[in-house]
């Protein structure tokens, strides 16, 4: 039985969203007085979007480095044309670990420190014993996972662990482009739209509720993640370190709101409170509880694991 | 030099399907138990473990093979259900099976060196590299290709690789996302197509009539209104019609189409893919009668002559009516 010894931390996962150079090293500069203690760097959904270029990455990476933080460098999640490849190549150059977000990541990564990231299916045991085979020593949850099997998996294996517990939740990667798409381009002759929708493109079902959010080949929730009220569920499951994504304009805040949170200066009724405002669309929390990811569930009682 | 015909691999959801698909010329029928192991886990489809016995019987009679796929992923303690069917594929005589998980591939692969192993699409295998750590580690054989890739792409993996088969989707329903990787039902519905096999349950389907409209919702997100004479489809969230950017209203991630490969077998034969597969284990007999039937002729007379291929008026007009009517696409096969 693993126990939770460690004090849980906060990081900050990837920028999804394509952002300018100017606009993430700004960004950037900032993160290194954010009260994080891990900063995943680099592009996950498209080569195409990087607005950062390798040795961007290098410079920032060091910077954030200096600062005290652990830097991953995290890798594409769907890896099929040259673009791609080359991507994953590049970036295990950099003398930085690597959070894989796909097997071409575990394999072209080999004897360099490895995460397992979101994209990554590690949903059991024998799934996360292999990876440890291979030294992979921390896990980024996916993100469909429940609290239960959260705890289940950390009470059965002795590997850090991570959750997704504010942002656009990733649901999808394609090889179209979809923003392309809705201006009638492709992702090979693309303009990069994107750079349109900063925090992505809103799709709303026929009763006009919003659904999902369309960012380059990536399909995000077009609701919020927010697992502000589930962090003493966290905390008690066993998970080391709530991720935060990066939504543009209200980072900083949110990730002071979570650090207030996990060091118990604020409850959570107050960290609802404080996080309501910065968000246009609003929460969800269902997955985190078992039921369709989209559900926000307000009233719940502490999750029952814990009154076992 | 005769090159060996592609390979054509179809789908059965129950035994009367499977005989149906060798009848028809299936050289392989692909299939799944009838349990969460199992990537089209749909209500009152798949295989007991009898009908898999005699369903193998039947085809190897007959010189055709047999794959299970055990392709989702265990949550919890129950991985052990999964390597428990991995045992039973093997004591069956199955001729391969199609894993997606890592920690089932580890077993599979430790406990049965013999046994022959494909990745499942459900794997998001998609570069050389990836298909590499996955051969380096499981000795799996085949790869089943995500369509995420055009030919040329198929066509420098197969060459890259080696000694490796692949099969590529040919004809049937289209993921337009990665496969393994796609959230989109489970966000809607709470049902994980990666943990419990069902994209898309019928159980969170409604139909609704709205005036002269039909209202049609998975959960709680209405997928689509179709007027009179509409033509319907099985409702799945990547065709849902949707408003986008801004309030244009359409199809915003994936028009209601199917993938048809007949225009394009030549170029899909010539990435060197070593199998053809047809989705559709939740389909009915008769669909996969027809399609395999059309599939079988289609390769056949591209094998007698690759220069006078064409694509028969007779093979539309059957798939139009299999497919309801629905549009057909390439995929991402031709462009990107």
Request: hydrophobic share 35%.
């Amino acid at each position: 039985m693993v126990t939770a010894t460690r004090e849980m931390d906060l990081s900050l996962g990837p920028v999804r969203f394509d952002w300018s150079r100017e606009e993430l090293l700004d960004f950037y500069d900032e993160v290194t007085d954010y009260p994080v203690s891990t900063v995943y760097l680099g592009e996950v959904v498209c080569p195409k979007m990087a607005g950062l270029t390798i040795s961007d990455l290098e410079s920032v990476g060091k910077k954030l480095e200096a600062s005290g933080k652990k830097v991953y460098i995290s890798s594409l999640a769907l890896v099929a044309d040259h673009m791609d490849r080359e991507r994953v190549r590049s970036i295990m150059a950099l003398p930085f670990p690597v959070e894989c977000n796909d097997a071409a990541a575990f394999q072209l990564g080999k004897g360099k420190e490895l995460v397992a990231g979101p994209h990554i299916t590690t949903y059991n045991i024998p799934s996360i014993e292999f990876l440890k085979d291979l030294g992979i020593d921390r896990l980024v949850f996916p993100v469909e996972l429940s609290i239960e099997s959260m705890k289940s998996i950390i009470s059965n294996c002795e590997i850090a662990t991570e959750a997704f517990a504010y942002g656009n939740l990733p649901l999808a990667f394609s090889w179209r482009c979809y923003t392309s798409r809705a201006f009638g381009l492709l992702k090979s002759n693309c303009r990069h739209d994107c750079r349109k929708f900063p925090e992505g493109m809103l799709i709303e079902d026929l009763d006009h509720k919003p659904l999902f959010k369309l960012n380059g080949t990536e399909i995000l929730s077009a609701k919020c993640s927010n697992l502000i009220r589930e962090v003493d569920d966290l905390r008690k499951a066993g998970v080391n370190t709530l991720r935060i994504s990066p939504q543009q304009g209200v980072t900083k805040e949110v990730v002071n709101i979570f650090n207030e949170r996990i060091k118990g200066e604020i409850d959570a009724d107050e960290g609802m409170r404080k996080l309501t405002p910065l968000e246009k669309v609003g929460f969800c929390n269902g997955w985190h509880h078992g039921k369709a990811g989209l559900e926000y569930l307000e009233n719940y009682e502490e999750t029952a694991f814990i009154a076992e | 030099m005769e090159r060996e015909k592609i390979e054509l691999c179809c789908p059965a959801g129950n035994l009367p399907s499977l005989k149906a698909a060798i009848d028809n010329g299936a050289d392989v029928v692909y299939l799944g138990f009838r349990n969460a192991t199992n990537a089209r886990n749909f209500e009152g489809l798949n295989f007991s473990n009898k009908d898999i016995t005699s369903g193998i019987e039947y085809a190897h009679r007959k010189g055709k093979k047999v794959f299970v796929a055990l392709n989702t992923f265990p949550q919890f303690e129950d991985a052990k259900i999964w390597f428990k069917s991995v045992d039973t594929v093997v004591d069956m005589g199955a001729d391969a099976a199609i894993i997606a998980n890592m920690g089932v591939l580890k077993y599979a692969s430790d406990t049965y060196p013999d046994l022959r192993l494909h990745l499942s699409v459900q794997a998001s295998s998609s570069s050389v590299e990836s298909l590499s750590f996955y051969r380096d580690h499981f000795n799996i054989k085949r790869a089943v290709l995500p369509r995420v890739l055009n030919v040329e792409e198929i066509k420098e993996i197969k060459e890259e690789m080696g000694d490796f088969e692949i099969e590529v989707f040919g004809y049937g329903g289209l993921c337009i996302n990665i496969c393994g990787r796609c959230y989109l039902s489970s966000y809607i519905t709470g049902v994980s197509c990666n943990t419990g096999g069902v994209c898309s349950p019928s159980s969170a389907v409604s139909f609704e009539n709205e005036g002269d409209e039909l209202k049609v919702s998975l959960g709680s997100v209405v997928l689509n209104k179709y007027s009179a004479g509409e033509v319907t489809s099985y409702p799945t969230s990547c065709k849902g019609r949707y408003y986008y950017n801004g309030n244009e209203l359409g199809y915003p991630i994936e028009e209601p189409a199917s993938l048809s490969v007949l225009d394009i077998l030549p170029q899909i034969i010539g990435s060197g893919a070593d199998s053809l597969k047809v989705e559709g284990r939740q389909r009915t007999r008769s669909y996969v009668a027809t399609i395999t039937g059309i599939m079988r002729e289609a390769i056949d007379r591209y094998y007698d002559d690759p220069d006078s291929y064409y694509v028969d008026e007779k093979w539309l007009a059957e798939t139009a009516t299999a497919m309801e009517g629905m549009k057909t696409t390439y995929g991402p096969y031709m462009e990107k």
